[in-house]
């Protein structure tokens, strides 16, 4: 079983944290009854500062504030896609705060009106969405109903439990053996070149790079 971890203790690697999946590169994001570990929530929120209120969201409906039923989705993806490391788990946090703007965007919007069928907390292209989708049984119907309609197949995955899934569901199945080694042990260049360039395919940015750092930092992970 899984239990509802600490943003900072979902990799843990001692016997005092209550994740038993997690292996090792810091702690992890469940406390124990009695636990002085930090609160989740709390450390949702240094990775992702300003997701502490949806207050003048520019789409208010695709707006989640930090809370433990979002920790949990995280906690319940990580579970189920087996990442199993704090180094990986702060590579997909901070992606997908920083794609979605602290949570704020689930649909693509930029530059307006945006790309149709591009989405979900990391901004998953159309393509990946679809396949995204067909591999969640429960969808398999209204993946046949919405066609090739890629808005429509998108709406499938926007609820909290997949939107947040996302992540873990593409770094599981399209990061490489070797893309996955650098992000545990391959320190700062291994995400930048093995993940960010190499698996998402995209760009290094200054503001990309701050929210690894601050993932790693919230998840007790030395950023080298």
């Known amino acids: 079983m899984f239990s509802l971890s600490l943003l900072a203790i979902l990799a843990a690697t001692t016997s005092a944290l209550s994740i038993p999946f997690t292996k090792n590169h810091g702690p992890s994001l469940t406390p124990r009854s009695g636990s002085t570990a930090p609160n989740p929530v709390s450390q949702l929120l240094t990775i992702a500062p300003t997701s502490n209120t949806c207050l003048n969201a520019s789409f208010p409906s695709e707006c989640v504030v930090s809370s433990m039923s979002i920790v949990q989705a995280m906690v319940d993806s990580f579970a189920a896609y087996n990442i199993t490391t704090a180094a990986e788990q702060a590579a997909l946090l901070s992606w997908m705060a920083f794609e979605s703007g602290d949570f704020k965007f689930n649909r693509n919007h930029f530059p307006a009106p945006g790309r149709p069928g591009q989405g979900t907390r990391v901004m998953l292209m159309p393509n990946f969405v679809s396949e995204y989708a067909a591999s969640i049984p429960e969808l398999k119907t209204g993946l046949t109903a919405a066609g090739s309609d890629v808005d429509k197949i998108l709406s499938l995955v926007l609820a909290d439990k997949y939107s947040f899934a996302s992540a873990a569901w593409y770094y599981g199945t399209h990061c490489s053996a070797e893309q996955k080694e650098q992000v545990k042990n391959g320190g700062k260049s291994g995400w930048e070149t093995a993940f960010v360039t190499g698996c998402v395919g995209t760009t290094v940015t200054d503001d990309r790079t701050?929210?690894?750092?601050?993932?790693?930092?919230?998840?007790?992970?030395?950023?080298?």
């Open 210 to 224: 701050e929210y690894w750092v601050r993932a790693r930092s919230a998840l007790g992970v030395t950023v080298d």
